[in-house]
């Protein structure tokens, strides 16, 4: 009978224990389900500047073009060049009349057909565009040196020379560099010289935007650029080298131009493409101590300060905002030390 009353007495105590570790009061209820108690977020205090990029709507045009066209009438009886095929100095461009139309660098044409004997700027102008077959330097006489050097470039195209072994204006046009790339062709074979005959691009595609005249006086010939776009592939760097060609709208409203060549060549497929440009920040900011515009704080007298966490205390730094742009500001301390790498509260969670 005792060994039976002690059991009981066990058991009792054993289901009270139980009963005494899984029963809570209210107010451990109320603590478990309460949030965690909030951590301050905090960013370190950088160095830098303070500039917002420039964005500008875009769009891949075309280069350098040139028109040229051979002087007088006549009907067109070959057209060597396809468009857009490349064609260089010294090139048969078309065929007028049966005669050739030859592209020469230079960048004044011929203002008069000219021939042996001959002196002036115009001659010394021929000369430095037939150097490749000039033996000698241009000195401005037609002499034997430049005929020579006309009946050497005829016979590598295949023609003979003009009677008197003249420069003729209907057979030679000039374009300002070596290479260029034919744009379109108005005359067609068998119809009569039209002008321009052959236009042509001589540089690769470059990307403009129109800027109002407020924007142009931000931007500056030498600042670096970012282009991106999918008719472009994605992203390109690239230098702005032209802002002018200021025209009054019909709103009103004067709008420049902005010229961008990108550091690597554009594919002609890409011209008339929507591209997005960035306007990277100046060098010439100004450096400072940079927080995030959240981190700054306003006091009762209209003063603002940032708080630092220095371990597990915080204090506060009086500070002057000397600018801001970008979600940031550029800070002084005016009161108490701020250095880089110092935490600043923004915020917590």
Do not use: C
Not at 27 to 42: K, R
Not at 149 to 167: D, F, I, T
Not at 178 to 204: C, H, N, Q
């Amino acid at each position: 009978m005792g060994v039976l009353l002690l059991a009981t007495a066990l058991v009792s105590a054993a289901i009270g224990g139980a009963a005494g570790f899984f029963v809570r009061s209210p107010a451990q209820v109320a603590a478990d389900a309460a949030p965690p108690s909030p951590s301050e977020l905090t960013v370190a205090v950088e160095e830098g500047t303070i500039a917002d990029p420039i964005l500008l709507p875009g769009v891949v045009a075309l280069g350098s073009v040139i028109e040229l066209t051979p002087a007088g009438a006549g009907v067109v009886t070959e057209l060597p060049v396809a468009i857009g095929a490349q064609f260089s100095a010294g090139t048969v461009i078309a065929e007028v009349n049966d005669r050739p139309v030859i592209y020469l660098q230079g960048a004044i044409p011929l203002l008069r057909d000219l021939r042996p004997g001959d002196k002036g700027q115009d001659v010394r102008r021929l000369q430095e565009a037939l150097r490749p077959w000039l033996k000698g330097e241009p000195d401005g006489t037609w002499g034997a040196g430049t005929t020579n050097a006309l009946r050497a470039l005829y016979k590598a195209v295949g023609y003979q020379v003009p009677a008197e072994s003249a420069a003729l204006q209907s057979e030679l046009v000039f374009g300002p560099v070596a290479t260029a790339t034919a744009l379109s062709i108005k005359s067609p074979l068998g119809g009569g010289v039209e002008s321009p005959l052959i236009r042509a691009t001589t540089s690769d595609p470059t990307v403009t935007a129109e800027v109002t005249d407020a924007m142009s006086q931000l931007l500056a010939v030498g600042d670096r650029v970012s282009v991106t776009g999918s008719a472009i592939g994605g992203a390109q760097e690239g230098t702005i080298t032209a802002v002018g060609g200021l025209v009054s709208g019909e709103d009103g409203i004067s709008r420049a131009t902005v010229v961008i060549q990108p550091d690597a060549a554009l594919s002609a497929g890409a011209i008339d493409g929507k591209v997005e440009i960035t306007v990277q920040a100046s060098a010439e900011a100004e450096t400072g101590l940079l927080v995030p515009l959240s981190a700054v704080r306003s006091n009762a007298t209209g003063g603002t300060y940032v708080l630092i966490r220095d371990g597990d205390d915080t204090h506060r730094v009086t500070v002057t905002v000397d600018d801001t742009g970008g979600g940031q500001a550029r800070v002084t301390a005016s009161e108490g030390d701020l250095d880089v790498g110092d935490l600043v509260v923004v915020g917590v969670q």
